[in-house]
């Protein structure tokens, strides 16, 4: 029987010297050692109650059983050895706690410094989104207007523009100065690639005075006023332009009707007698209150054929002009009116 570790060990067949446990059989035991100075001897454990004695283990593997030891120290070396830590598995934790602490703090950083990136972007996208980009100031930073008063419109239309052929209709309206220099202006005039000189002008109350044939009796029959004569020369083509005042569109309308007969041609400067007891081109027409008629010929007496074109070219030429004269007594005094705010 067995009385725990040191006890007394009984062997069948007789008694045996004392064995420690742990140790070959036919191995001397230790001997026993002096106390320490100032210590007890060592005591052998007693068996932990409840539990069967504790047997020999056998020594560590790989190390040998030291002699001279203390009874049961080779047991005790066992179970210190049983419980030494695993260095090397402390290491490799103490070095995994290492890593992951270093990224932790790797990826705190990262995360700090696109946090501060994105606030910054922010503020940066904002200060430009609030600044004009032309440099000027926002509008809610621009003075307010609600102090000076707002444009008001009419919604009635603005009367339209006199017409300048009113003016030109009756002699009540038609009342800008009337001459042969306020109606024929000026020394020359072009027309197209054609340029005539003025040679001589004339004006009087008689008008059957400035005609030949009819035309002096109907002039006078529709209440002629006036006739302004005017006569150009290109080369050696002579034109003579007259313009018969009426006081109404009616009259001078009238008179271009019942035209017969020409208006005298005007000699003077380079322009001699012409068209007169030969055949010459004729034109007549008139605008508003004024009816107007030409006679075109050569300088040198020879009558103008059908199938000549000089002479009318000339003729034509001059009565477009004498129009645009009589039109723009109109528009000028459209215009007088127009500033003055009425017709």
């Known amino acids: 029987m067995s009385f725990g570790q040191g006890g007394p060990y009984e062997a069948p067949g007789g008694s045996q010297p004392p064995r420690q446990p742990g140790r070959p059989p036919g191995e001397p035991p230790y001997q026993a050692q002096p106390p320490y100075q100032g210590q007890q ?8 109650q ?9 020594p560590y593997p790989g190390q040998p059983n030291q002699p001279g030891g203390l009874p049961g120290q080779a047991q005790n070396q066992g179970q210190d050895q049983g419980r030494t830590p695993d260095w090397a598995a402390l290491a490799d934790d103490t070095a995994a706690r290492g890593r992951r602490r270093k990224w932790f703090l790797l990826g705190g950083g990262v995360l700090a410094t696109a946090a501060i990136a994105a606030i910054v972007a922010t503020a940066v996208a904002t200060s430009h989104r609030d600044k004009p980009a032309n440099g000027l ?7 307010s207007a609600s102090g000076s008063p707002e444009p008001t419109f009419s919604d009635v239309a603005p009367p339209p523009p006199p017409d300048p052929r009113d003016f030109i209709a ?3 309206k038609d009342t800008a100065p009337l001459s042969a220099d306020t109606l024929f202006p000026g020394t020359k005039i072009a027309r197209g690639s054609s340029t005539y000189a003025k040679a001589a002008t004339d004006s009087t109350k008689n008008c059957a005075a400035a005609t030949q044939g009819a ?6 029959n529709n209440g002629c006023r006036e006739v302004i004569r005017v006569t150009y020369v290109k080369g050696g083509v002579a034109v003579t332009a007259g313009v018969a005042v009426f006081d109404t569109k009616a009259a001078a309308d009238k008179a271009k009707e019942q035209a017969r007969g020409n208006v ?10 012409f068209c007169r007891g030969k055949a010459c081109r004729l034109t007549t027409n008139s605008a508003g209150r004024y009816a107007y008629f030409t006679v075109s010929g050569y300088t040198n007496g020879t009558s103008v054929t059908t199938s000549d074109t000089e002479a009318l070219e000339a003729g034509r030429d001059v009565a477009s002009y004498v129009f645009k004269r009589i039109m723009a007594r109109g528009e000028v005094q459209a215009s007088a009116a127009a500033a003055a705010g009425g017709r």
């Open 170 to 172: 009756s002699a009540k």
């Open 50 to 58: 409840g539990q069967p004695p504790h047997q020999g283990q056998p």
């Open 41 to 48: 001897p060592y005591q052998a454990q007693q068996p932990y």
């Open 264 to 273: 005298a041609s005007l000699a003077g400067g380079e322009a001699p007698t």
């Open 137 to 143: 100031p926002a509008p809610q930073d621009l003075p």
């Open 215 to 220: 035309l002096g009796s109907v002039l006078t």
